[in-house]
């Protein structure tokens, strides 16, 4: 047994990078924006488009005339606020880590 095998032993993955050194590595690249512009689109378009469906079913239900705008706006408010976030969130974690 040499001092090079106990060393070797008490530091197992020296050389290997852990979970925190690759994801810094991911998420760090000066290239590339932050926060592209165009990065709430999909989660404005998302909100938008379950309102409108939501909108939509309610008039096709023989509803009373204007209740299909007042589900709308309050469908865009909640849940589309959080479709909004959860949204951008996802598109933001799959811009910064490249996803493919």
Do not use: K, Y
């Amino acid at each position: 047994m040499t001092a090079e095998d106990d060393e070797s032993r008490e530091r197992p993955n020296e050389g290997a990078p852990d979970a925190r050194d690759l994801l810094r590595h991911a998420l760090v690249n000066d290239d590339d924006p932050r926060f592209p512009w165009w990065l709430p689109l999909p989660g404005v378009v998302l909100a938008t488009l379950w309102a409108g469906w939501r909108a939509v079913s309610v008039g096709a239900a023989g509803a009373e005339a204007g209740a299909g705008l007042d589900t709308f706006l309050g469908t865009l408010l909640w849940p589309g606020a959080g479709i909004f976030i959860l949204t951008c969130v996802a598109t933001w974690a799959g811009w910064q880590l490249e996803i493919d």
